[in-house]
């Protein structure tokens, strides 16, 4: 076989296997951490936009009882369980619940008011756990354990049947009436 051309000459000369310039290789490195970097970012984004954990709730002490207040005016008294942006949760909670409007006008001193555990007195009987919405939320404090709500959550815990009355118990109580004999 003859491979040469009929003038003698070599064929021409194939080129070289394809090297990737290193431009090239650069260019692929960056896409690639582009595309690294955006996924962090979405990740990043549905963890906030999720309500994921943040900072605050490392200061929830656990071993303790938190009060919760309220943008009504109104404050709750337990354990939070879990903190995020949308909503607090409370367990084992109590609210302090005072005398009405008329009460209060006839009597003299303000010392009537009673800790209620939430789902004793209630018509509907809720659980004994709340969900508040964030927004709704003031703000919330870790109580000390020498404090009175405290004291009287323990009142109660010890004795539940009798702890549900007022704090001063000669204001509710009446004599009974006897009726005369015939």
């Known amino acids: 076989m003859d491979f040469f051309r009929g003038d003698n000459r070599s064929a021409a000369p194939q080129p070289a296997a394809h090297q990737p310039s290193k431009k090239s290789k650069r260019s692929n490195w960056r896409s690639v951490m582009v595309v690294v970097v955006g996924i962090l970012i979405i990740l990043g984004l549905a963890y906030w936009l999720s309500g994921g954990k943040n900072s605050e709730s490392s200061y929830i002490n656990g071993d303790q009882y938190q009060a919760v207040f309220l943008t009504n005016n109104q404050v709750y008294f ?43 007195s209630e018509l509907h009987l809720p659980e004994d756990q709340m969900i508040i919405n964030r927004e709704q939320v003031t703000f919330w404090e870790n109580i000390k354990d020498t404090s009175q709500v405290v004291t009287k959550i323990r009142e109660y815990q010890s004795n539940p049947s009798g ?5 001063n118990p000669s204001a509710s109580e009446q004599p009974a009436e006897s009726t005369p004999s015939q």
């Open 163 to 167: 702890s549900s009355q007022n704090s």
């Open 78 to 120: 337990g354990k939070i369980t879990e903190l995020n942006k949308k909503f607090v949760v409370l367990k084992d909670v109590y609210y302090i619940e005072t005398p009405s409007q008329t009460q209060a006008s006839t009597n003299q001193s303000n010392s009537n008011y009673t800790l209620r555990k939430l789902g004793s």
